[in-house]
């Protein structure tokens, strides 16, 4: 897009068209017709105003149907009533006219040719046409007639539109005659611009979606291996020193203030561009694809961003290899492909690295290998000898074929001079050189331009200085709009001589992809959604059978033997603890026990340590202890169940079931523990025991004194075995001779020694005790329930079982049952609903294996695909709708005249 500088009011332009709109009424046929070239009020009013005629037929070529004739009446009419004093100047302005019309019969008559070469088969629709048109008595009425009749020089409707323009422009003659020939001369040469904007317009669309798909092909080929050096298409390196004006240049090409500026070498990261065009949009937007920052519509951030991960780079660095991928979409921008790369230097500076030359140029020479186009930046006040840009390209293109010199700050120095320079006669290359100018001139000291408005200062101030001087760049590339122009064909056509080698090397990728993918997994098509999905529902089958064999069964069996456990607590405490470490305190309990044994009596205080007994079991807090337990032994079974899955290789996906568990579980904890608890109050305050109870519980509590007593055997004979039986009797016996069972200092035995002789004697009593009540167990005073307070491990054990059974009813009702009901669901929810495609195809990639299969998948996908849009370019191009080559050496698409 061009912005042309706006100029003032023209009366001569206004009242021209106005006369010569009056005498123009067309149909798009009439063009066509040979008669109506040398009979049409058209063409008469083309010795007027050759301009306005040139638009005037451009208008009616496309069917816009100007003002009919009948309104000549109305400006005659109008002129008429003036005052008699602004006659003179109407005489004055005839003469002007008349002035004008002479200057303009050569323009006419080159305008006239091209016109007679549209009548070809419409003479009789236009006579027809002519024949028919009925005028009024008018004075202008009688001017038309004369004009389209049959036969007539047109001389009469000359003169008539003579007159016309020179009372219309007798209205205003307050304007220097210089001034309005000057402004008439610009606007012929906006004209002739005009006339490039719709040249530019009818491009070849095939040929810019072609283009379009080849950017997106290589694109593709990053994608799929960003460091090989074979699988590429060609990019725009845009190459020059840090004053050159680079930047300049790529921020013109876009229409934003975009780079980062800076005083102290801000690029230090190649900048990879993909510009897109989007003619049905109205946005323009950037993306960085790398950063996951799509659609940012305010430039400045952009600057910001792209300063921001330059500057990341450490000074002792200076220069990084990794790309900063940008991609910008404009309604108003070319699709292009370019590469901005740090600028050359000439000496480092105190604070930069010794090497910091030599990684630029290394930098700038990998970018700068074929087949990549080479935009070789270069200033115009600086000699092309001392070019960095130009003496890169000589080394990495030899013969120039692949370099595009671009000329900045042509302003700066005589036309002349950058004439000399544009015709690619000094230092020549194949495809030349285009001049530009990217910054206007700062008009004010105390205002800086900048964003939009610096872009359109730039955009005018290269047209006027282009056009004042298009004598001396007459024949050269100027501009920045050739220069869009140049790049889009150059790296369609170069593009497109890459596109068959290019093919050939894909296809042997895809060969050596699809083999090692059929050997390695058998061609099973794998992505990470199929692959999260396969895995949940593995899970989710695991559950299903957990739910059939975890039910009432499994809850008792997991609450009693922790209720066991608190049994056999009470009863050490209250019963077979000793009260200190003192033999005698033994001797004391052992003999208090045998006094329970043999009692025969109810005895108070026995059965006031049994009640104490009772009430502590029953008031331990069952309900949240159950439904603690029955939760952690869930979740404990879930952590199971996900180890022999695949999951056991996901760490994201082990935490987000197990949190997805936690979730369910929690939603019925307290209530269910609150159930269970109510359910158990009756069993606080009284307890009442069948036969039946007493008779199962009896043996249960055989079972598990027997059970402990075998435990307190098996670590006694394991503490016997590592330390040796006699040397730890020998312990023994000391410590229950000298009687220091406490934490005293002793001599000739080690502490740790000490320490497990101490242990092993407590075993000894334990062992002692259990046997004791083992025995008493058996007796025949334990047979009936009427002797509970002789045998508490009986009666508690009744009270366990009932707290057992109770709360058991209440956790499979409340929270098992519920918690396999939602728990598929919340996976559901949670491992297919609520992860984003990054965070699957990350959850995929955490098993190395699976990353290989969902890696070399892709890859052949990917190669595919790039072959498919290659094949279908190139099936394109054979069929001969877009020819191979759309540029020639040196092509001028704007010509100044």
Not at 79 to 93: D, M, N, S, W
Not at 571 to 581: F, T
Request: aromatic fraction near 6%; charged fraction near 25%.
């Amino acid at each position: 897009m061009i912005f042309k500088p706006f100029t003032k009011n023209k009366p001569l332009q206004k009242a021209t068209t106005a006369a010569f709109h009056s005498n123009l009424t067309m149909s798009t046929t009439i063009l066509h017709s040979k008669r109506f070239l040398s009979h049409s009020p058209l063409l008469m009013s083309a010795t007027v105003n050759p301009l306005l005629f040139q638009r005037q037929a451009t208008l009616t070529l496309r069917g816009i149907r100007p003002i009919s004739f009948t309104s000549i009446p109305k400006i005659i009419g109008g002129a008429v009533r003036l005052p008699a004093y602004i006659g003179g100047g109407l005489a004055a302005a005839g003469s002007y006219v008349a002035y004008k019309v002479e200057e303009a019969s050569s323009y006419t008559n080159d305008k006239l040719g091209q016109l007679k070469e549209f009548g070809d088969g419409v003479l009789d629709s236009t006579r027809d046409f002519l024949n028919g048109l009925n005028f009024g008595d008018s004075e202008g009425g009688s001017s038309g007639s004369s004009s389209g009749g049959d036969g007539g020089d047109g001389g009469d409707g000359a003169a008539m539109v003579g007159t016309a323009t020179a009372a219309a422009v007798g209205l205003n003659t307050d304007e220097d005659p210089e001034e309005l020939e000057e402004e008439e001369e610009e606007e012929k040469l906006l004209g002739e611009d005009e006339e490039d904007e719709d040249e530019e317009d009818t491009t070849n669309d095939q040929m810019m979606n072609l283009t379009r798909q080849m950017i997106e092909i290589r694109t593709l080929l990053q994608e799929i291996d960003r460091s090989a050096e074979t699988l590429k298409l060609p990019s725009i390196v845009v190459i020059g020193s840090q004053s050159s004006g680079k930047s300049s240049v790529l921020e013109s090409i876009v229409g934003h203030e975009f780079l980062p500026k800076g005083s102290n070498m801000v690029t230090r990261r190649p900048i990879e561009l993909t510009l897109v065009n989007t003619p049905n949009t109205a946005a323009e937007t950037a993306d960085f694809p790398a950063l996951k920052m799509y659609n940012l519509t305010n430039f400045e951030d952009v600057q910001k961003i792209l300063f921001d991960l330059n500057m990341a780079v450490p000074m002792e660095d200076a220069i990084s290899n990794d790309p900063i991928q940008l991609t910008i979409r404009s309604p108003t921008i070319p699709d292009l492909s370019l590469v901005d790369l740090p600028g050359y230097i000439q000496i480092e500076a105190a604070d930069q690295p010794p090497i910091l030359k030599k990684k630029i140029r290394d930098l700038c020479d990998k970018y700068l290998e074929a087949p990549n186009i080479i935009l070789a930046i270069s200033a115009a006040d600086v000699d092309l000898a001392n070019s960095a840009a130009l003496r890169a390209s000589k080394i990495a293109d030899p013969k120039g074929e692949r370099t595009i010199g671009v000329v900045t700050k042509l302003d700066l120095v005589e036309p002349k001079v950058a004439r000399d320079i544009l015709m690619n006669k000094k230092y020549p290359l194949k495809m030349g050189y285009v001049g530009v100018i990217t910054k206007a001139p700062t008009k004010s000291l105390f205002k800086v331009t900048r964003g939009h408005d610096a872009f359109v200062a730039q955009q005018n101030h290269e047209y006027t200085y282009f056009k004042s001087n298009k004598q001396e760049f007459q024949h050269c590339n100027v501009s920045t709009k050739i220069l869009k122009k140049k790049l889009i064909r150059v790296l369609e056509r170069t593009m497109s001589m890459s596109l068959t080698p290019t093919a050939n090397l894909v296809q042997q990728e895809l060969d050596e992809t699809s083999y090692k993918f059929k050997v390695e997994f058998n061609d099973r098509h794998l992505t990470p959604k199929t692959y999260l999905a396969e895995n949940v529902d593995s899970l989710k089958l695991a559950i299903k059978e957990f739910n059939e064999h975890f039910g009432r069964v499994e809850l008792k069996s997991i609450l009693r033997n922790e209720l066991d456990q608190k049994v056999l607590d009470l009863l050490a405490s209250r019963y077979w603890n000793k009260l200190s470490q003192s033999p005698s305190d033994v001797k004391v309990l052992i003999d208090n026990l045998a006094e329970l044994n043999s009692s025969k009596t109810e005895d108070p205080f026995w059965t006031k340590r049994l009640d104490l007994c009772t009430s502590s079991l029953t008031k331990l807090g069952v309900g949240r202890l159950s439904t603690t337990l029955i939760t952690n032994a869930i979740l404990s079974e879930i952590e199971n169940i996900v180890e022999t899955t695949q999951l056991r290789n996901h760490p994201m996906m082990k935490e987000v079931v197990k949190e997805a568990a936690q979730n369910v579980l929690n939603t019925k904890f307290l209530s269910t523990a609150d159930q269970v608890e109510n359910c158990i109050k009756p069993y606080k305050y009284e307890v009442d025991v069948e036969d039946r109870e007493w008779s199962v519980s009896k043996d249960h509590s055989i079972h598990l004194v027997k059970e402990e007593l075998q435990q307190v055997n098996a670590a006694l004979q394991n503490m016997k075995t590592s330390i040796g039986g006699r040397k730890l009797n020998q312990v023994m016996q000391y410590l229950e001779e000298s009687g220091k069972l406490n934490n005293e200092e002793t001599l000739g035995f080690s502490s740790s020694l000490i320490s497990r002789g101490r242990e092993a004697l407590f075993l000894r009593d334990r062992a002692t005790i259990l046997n004791l009540r083992l025995k008493a167990l058996r007796s025949n005073a334990c047979k009936s329930k009427d002797n509970k307070y002789k045998c508490p491990e009986v009666f508690l054990n009744v009270v366990n079982e009932k707290l057992t059974t109770t709360a058991v009813l209440f956790l499979n009702v409340e929270l098992l049952t519920d918690f396999f009901y939602k728990f598929p669901r919340e996976l559901d929810q949670r491992l297919n609903a609520n992860l984003t495609e990054e965070q699957v195809v990350k959850f995929a990639k955490e098993d190395p294996k699976v990353k290989r299969h969902v890696e070399l998948q892709q890859r052949k996908e990917l190669l595919e695909l790039v072959l498919a849009k290659i094949d279908a370019i190139l099936a394109f191009q054979r069929s001969k709708l877009v020819p191979q080559s759309t540029g020639t050496q040196n092509e001028g698409f704007l010509r100044w005249r």
